[in-house]
């Protein structure tokens, strides 16, 4: 399946084409599995979904609701959002955002808002709120309960509840020195080399292989193989040597 390795995707003006590069030497995937992980290694199919992104993306700033379903539809029909790996990803991101108080979900007749919910108790018919604060008081006791209300015909402004932006720290170097299964290889350049590129990092790695066969292994498997990628690659060889 290693002849298959250009991707397109619909873009907004035209396609847009995506090398896979060349599998790694001795696996064999198959080509949904290669088109996956690649996507995913991209941020073009999300397991994850920042709540703020659900806002900045899916709703214009006018918009105060949108039900869950058409929020859904926006990433499967427009090309210029990521894919969702499914249902459950948006679901969780709502999850998240209620908590943290970014937005607030109505589920029939109930808007949550700061508080725990569960992704079971939302169903994709529920709604997305960004209204008013006192739209989105989570029902139960009231701080403040037992305080005459204002006069008749006096209704108090609402809040804004902004929260406030979280704080990053910001590290200039990072080095990790791990030992990583072979197998999960491509785990690795998708989960920590490509998220430290993103964030405009310039990355240099050193790999340290050792390889044992009880048998032993073909000395062609070393020149024809193994060295033949490595001159493809441009890898520098810092040590080598055999038993």
């Not at 949108?66 to 090309?79: G, Q, R, V």
């Not at 290889?185 to 490509?194: I, N, P, Y």
């Amino acid at each position: 399946m290693s002849t298959y390795r250009h991707l397109a995707k619909a873009d907004e003006q035209q396609p847009l084409w995506m090398d896979l590069g060349i599998p790694i030497v001795g696996v064999k995937p198959s080509i949904a599995n290669r088109v996956r992980e690649y996507l995913q290694g991209e941020d073009r199919l999300l397991l994850k979904l920042s709540p703020r992104k659900i806002l900045e993306k899916t709703m214009r700033e006018d918009e105060g609701e949108k039900p869950l379903e058409e929020i859904y539809e926006a990433f499967l029909k427009y090309p210029n959002l990521p894919m969702l790996e499914s249902k459950h990803v948006l679901l969780e991101a709502i999850v998240q955002g209620v908590r943290e108080g970014i937005f607030g979900v109505r589920v029939g007749d109930r808007v949550f808002f700061q508080e725990s919910i569960s992704s079971s108790q939302i169903g994709m018919d529920a709604v997305l709120v960004r209204e008013k604060a006192e739209m989105l008081t989570p029902s139960g006791p009231v701080p403040g309960a037992g305080v005459a209300p204002p006069p008749t015909g006096v209704r108090e402004p609402p809040v804004e509840i902004t929260p406030p932006p979280p704080t990053e720290k910001t590290i200039k170097v990072y080095r990790l020195h791990a030992s990583i299964p072979w197998e999960r290889l491509s785990d690795f350049v998708r989960g920590v080399v490509t998220p430290l590129r993103q964030d405009g990092a310039e990355i240099a790695v050193e790999v340290i292989l050792e390889a044992k066969a009880e048998n032993g292994f073909k000395d062609n498997t070393i020149e024809h193989k193994v060295r033949e990628t490595l001159r493809q690659i441009d890898a520098t060889i810092v040590e080598e040597k055999d038993e």
